[in-house]
């Protein structure tokens, strides 16, 4: 099957750990994205990548950090300095269609809990 | 940036009538406006999407339609059925890899 899967879909970590949520895609898409997003509120930006080895911050990028080493793979790491980790994370991959707008697709999520 | 409004925040309605979603966006070199439903616990999935050569799109029960001059655009449930309750988001992009969202609608479809 084609498709993203992000793992684990439940996780949990005391404050001040470091934390690696996995993003993987199969669908030979060139872009890949991370979004948060809380209760009541719409998804909220936080890295996104274009090509391999390459990555731009998004709307929240603070306390989190990227990697993109292979076109199928993105993930993300929630450092101790982000404040309020908490949240349901989400993975998106576009495919890339020079001077056009594209559709993103989503992966079905990481729901983080730091206690 | 862009900045895109959603209304209503929670709709319900009975079964077999339709629903509504408004947003609104504030960049008018938006050019990309796909709306995604999000089922409890899961990713959101993308049901339909406009772009902004076209004015109205259908597929099925549910339709787009877009007003560029006014900057909004609508998503349009017909027949709702329960399996339709869910949150709904609709967004907007204006340079291809970055999407605005909007904040959301939970639509619950009486029965």
């Known amino acids: 099957d084609g498709g993203i899967t992000q793992s684990p879909k439940y996780l949990f970590r005391k404050e001040g750990q470091n934390v690696t949520l996995s993003c993987e895609q199969n669908?030979?898409?060139?872009?890949m994205y991370w979004y948060r997003q809380d209760p009541g509120q719409g998804l909220r930006l936080i890295y996104y990548?274009?090509?391999?080895?390459?990555?731009q911050k998004g709307d929240i990028a603070e306390g989190y950090s990227v990697s993109r080493e292979k076109k199928e793979s993105f993930p993300l790491t929630v450092t101790s300095a982000q404040k309020n980790p908490t949240a349901f994370y989400l993975c998106?991959?576009?495919?890339?269609?020079?001077?056009?707008?594209?559709?993103?697709?989503f992966g079905p999520g990481t729901r983080l809990t730091v206690t | 940036g862009e900045n895109v409004e959603q209304h209503p925040s929670t709709l319900s309605v009975q079964e077999g009538d339709s629903a509504v979603i408004k947003c609104t966006y504030s960049d008018s070199a938006s050019n990309y406006f796909p709306w995604y439903k999000q089922e409890l616990g899961k990713g959101p999935q993308l049901i339909i999407d406009?772009?902004?050569?076209?004015g109205e799109k259908k597929d099925q029960r549910i339709a787009v339609t877009l007003n560029k001059t006014a900057k909004h655009f609508s998503l349009h449930i017909t027949e709702t059925q329960p399996e339709d309750s869910a949150v709904y988001f609709c967004a907007a992009t204006s340079n291809d890899y970055k999407l605005s969202f909007g904040a959301g609608t939970t639509v619950t479809v009486r029965a």
């Open positions: 998106a991959s576009s495919p890339q269609l020079a001077g056009s707008p594209y559709e993103q697709y």
């Open positions: 990548s274009q090509i391999v080895n390459d990555f």
């Open positions: 406009i772009r902004s050569n076209v």
């Open positions: 669908l030979n898409h060139d872009a």
